[in-house]
């Protein structure tokens, strides 16, 4: 498993001996618990594939990193750089059946948005967080691609003083279907794309939960959105120069389901008393973002 850690982390951890062996023994019990991660990874695989009908599926590419940053930073280069090489390696493999498949840059691209977006809903404590942790796409016909993250939270306050920690595994695995590229017209590039908007939606209504609850302060959701915001804008901006309208419609998106739309009426009631948050919260809704 490949570890990167984001410049700030690694000025302070250098800065001090005694805490960077602290952090080290950390990130040592999240390698030694990645068996068990895997396993529950490749359990959700099976069911993916399982409900959807496939049953010759191969894998043709995996590989884990390690992400360490401030909970509220959002660094996601060297993970997304370490994607797309397995993703082109993978894609040589594949064989000339697959000559449709994802080969440029701008795909490759789409497939690290999708990282950095589970990523980052990982590193929240909702149990919602739970299911949005997990991506299985369809990233070309015959051709399915598989994201798990699982994060830890850590206060050193020797170290890092009030800020909070961030250790995140991100796992992913490339399958094929000759089934699936036989029996399926093209692949649908926009679909996916507007799937990726609705979960940065759900994620967002889950770090607001969290801010709600008190799990997080102000900043840290300021700053967490912030980085989902990112995200949105880059899918969003993809399927305007993809659309033929140029126009990303907001009844492609789908309604949130109940558990999520509950939350954010509890947010009408909570954040009157958090004027900032709640007079960005009510531009959102007046927008029909959650819609």
């Known amino acids: 498993m490949k570890k990167c850690k ?4 690694k000025e302070k951890v250098d800065a001090a001996i005694e805490a960077k062996e ?3 023994d950390l990130t040592q ?4 618990e990645e068996s068990s991660h895997l396993a529950e990874f490749e359990s959700r695989i099976d069911k993916y594939f399982s409900r959807i009908g496939i049953e010759d599926a191969e894998e043709r590419a995996g590989s884990s990193n390690i992400k360490i940053e401030y909970i509220d930073e959002f660094n996601i280069d060297a993970i997304a750089d370490a994607v797309s090489s397995s993703l082109t390696v993978a894609i040589s493999s594949l064989g000339s059946s697959f000559t449709t498949l ?4 701008e795909n490759v691209s789409m497939y690290t948005d999708i990282v950095s977006n589970v990523a980052e809903i990982a590193k929240s404590s909702s149990s919602l967080a739970s299911s949005l942790s997990f991506s299985g796409n369809r990233i070309s016909g015959g051709v399915y691609a598989f994201l798990y ?4 939270n850590v206060k050193l306050v020797n170290l890092f003083g009030s800020k909070t920690v961030n250790i995140s595994s991100v796992f992913y695995k490339l399958y094929q279907s000759l089934e699936d590229l036989q029996n399926n017209e093209g692949f649908n590039s926009l679909k996916l794309m507007y799937d990726q908007l609705e979960k940065v939606k759900k994620g967002q209504t889950v ?9 997080i302060t102000m900043e840290v959701y300021t700053a967490r959105d912030n980085n989902m915001e990112l995200i949105y804008k880059k899918i969003k901006d993809r399927i305007e120069s993809s659309e033929p309208s140029g126009i990303v419609e907001s009844a492609s ?3 949130l389901p109940q558990e999520f739309k509950s939350i954010l009426e509890r947010a009408e009631v909570q954040l009157k008393k958090e004027p900032i948050i709640y007079k960005r919260f009510k531009e959102k809704m007046s927008k ?3 819609n």
């Open 6 to 9: 984001s410049k700030k982390i």
């Open 22 to 24: 602290k952090l080290d």
């Open 29 to 32: 019990l999240v390698i030694e």
């Open 102 to 105: 994802i080969k440029n840059e």
């Open 149 to 152: 993250s699982v994060s830890t």
């Open 207 to 215: 770090l607001l939960e969290e801010f709600l609850e008190g799990k």
């Open 253 to 255: 998106l789908g309604t």
């Open 288 to 290: 029909g973002y959650f």
